[in-house]
Structure formats: C-alpha cells, structure tokens
C-alpha cells in the first residue's frame, strides 16, 4: 500500500509540471484531474477537470472526465448533467448513455435512466451492456417480463458469456419458469464450469442480481 501511495503522489508531480509548463493545455488539465481523483481529492479533481473544459469546451473528453469526479463524489445531478454534454459532443457513445444512465439513478430518475438506455438501444441495438443495464433497472422497478427481453437480447449478443445465461436463470426462476431456468444454469456451465464458484454462488438461483465485477450491474464497457 505505501508503494501504491507514493506512486500517485509522482503521478500527480508529474501532472502539475505537465500544466505548469503549457496551462493552456487541456490535456494536461484532464491529467492533471486524474492524478487528484485517484488520490480521492474530488474537489480539486472537479476544479482542474472544469478547467480542461474552459479550454476545449467542445472535446467530450473534459465533460466525461468531470462527469465521473462528480459522480464518484455523489454529485449525481451534477454528474448526469455532464455526462449528457459529453454525449452532445461525442454523440453515439454507448458507455457516456450507460453512465448517464447510472448517474441517473442514483439520483433517483431511473425511470430517465431507462429512457436513456432504450435510446442508446435504438441507435446500436447490438449493443449487449445496455441491454443487460437496462434489464436490471427493469427488474428493480418491477417490470421482469421486460428485464426478460432485454437479457435474451444480451445473451444472444454474447452466446459465449455463462455470466449472461445466469442472469437469465435468475429470471426465469423469479417469473416461476424453472424449467428454462435449469436449462440456462446447465448452458452456463458448459460454457463455464467455474461460473458459479466465480459469482460466489451455492446454486444459480441464489444469484442476487447485485455482483461485484462483470454482473447485471457493472457490465463491461
């Protein structure tokens, strides 16, 4: 731990000579950002963040960088306010809509959030993260025929991914359809024997729908 310490504290040095030596650099703002958040300063990490995009107002970069400060910080409002210019200006970006999306909810409109999933959706409906966000935010609202579709949709994205057939097992045990259930927890192990082992889980149908790592709630970018 004191190695990882003091390699921030060098990372953050290097940054500020980095803007010392060209203030106008927006780059070097965005660095400089970096180094503060990682070491947990999100007040400053904002201050430089926001002076990144008074230089470059127009490079999504800036606007997403300052959107994840204020969103790491609980500034959720903030954060998805940010994180919907970044859009503006990088428009198509399926993992600025997922983190809005996020931000969102946190602040408790995710109703807005799954507005802005199912728009992300529209635009690439390929892509399997929204979907597998989207069900989720679903599944907490109620609605799991719903959250069903779109994990049928992820899992025929990634037919490769046992994570994306337990997922679908939770479900279909949740609506009372065991049977397609068990034939997802038996596809997910062909897939990969260590699923479950890997999830922490006794049996498919202990799964909350709540993992650390690649789950229903944190999906790969």
Same mark, same amino acid.
């Given at each position: 731990?004191?190695?990882?310490?003091?390699?921030?504290?060098?990372?953050?040095?290097?940054?500020?000579?980095?803007?010392?030596?060209?203030?106008?650099?927006?780059?070097?703002?965005?660095?400089?950002?970096?180094?503060?958040?990682?070491?947990?300063?999100?007040?400053?990490?904002? !201050?430089?963040? %926001? #002076?990144? +995009?008074?230089?470059? /107002?127009?490079? *999504?970069?800036? =606007?997403? $960088?300052? &959107? @994840?400060?204020?969103?790491?910080?609980?500034?959720?409002?903030?954060?998805?306010?940010?994180?919907?210019?970044?859009?503006?200006?990088?428009?198509?970006?399926?993992?600025?809509?997922?983190?809005?999306?996020?931000?969102?909810?946190?602040?408790?409109?995710?109703?807005?959030?799954? !507005?802005?999933? %199912? #728009?992300? +959706?529209?635009?690439? /409906?390929?892509? *399997?993260?929204? =979907?597998? $966000?989207? &069900? @989720?935010?679903?599944?907490?609202?109620?609605?799991?025929?719903?959250?069903?579709?779109?994990?049928?949709?992820?899992?025929?994205?990634?037919?490769?991914?046992?994570?994306?057939?337990?997922?679908?097992?939770?479900?279909?045990?949740?609506?009372?359809?065991?049977?397609?259930?068990?034939?997802?927890?038996?596809?997910?192990?062909?897939?990969?024997?260590?699923?479950?082992?890997?999830?922490? $889980?006794?049996?498919?149908?202990?799964?909350?729908?709540?993992?650390?790592?690649?789950?229903?709630?944190?999906?790969?970018?």
């Amino acid at each position: 731990m004191p190695v990882e310490v003091v390699d921030l504290e060098e990372q953050l040095r290097r940054a500020i000579t980095l803007t010392e030596s060209d203030p106008f650099d927006p780059a070097a703002w965005r660095k400089h950002a970096e180094a503060l958040q990682d070491l947990g300063r999100g007040k400053d990490a904002s !201050e430089a963040a %926001r #002076r990144a +995009i008074e230089l470059a /107002p127009d490079d *999504a970069a800036g =606007h997403f $960088l300052l &959107a @994840r400060i204020l969103a790491q910080v609980g500034r959720n409002a903030e954060a998805a306010w940010f994180f919907s210019t970044a859009a503006t200006h990088a428009p198509g970006t399926p993992s600025v809509a997922m983190d809005r999306a996020l931000a969102l909810e946190a602040d408790g409109r995710s109703r807005e959030a799954c !507005e802005e999933l %199912r #728009r992300t +959706i529209a635009l690439d /409906p390929t892509h *399997a993260d929204s =979907h597998t $966000l989207l &069900a @989720r935010l679903l599944l907490d609202q109620g609605d799991a025929e719903a959250a069903l579709e779109h994990l049928r949709a992820a899992a025929l994205l990634e037919p490769a991914s046992a994570d994306a057939q337990v997922r679908l097992a939770y479900v279909f045990e949740r609506i009372g359809r065991s049977a397609e259930a068990k034939r997802c927890c038996a596809v997910a192990v062909a897939l990969d024997g260590t699923v479950f082992a890997r999830l922490g $889980l006794g049996r498919a149908l202990d799964l909350p729908l709540r993992i650390a790592g690649e789950t229903i709630d944190q999906p790969r970018r």
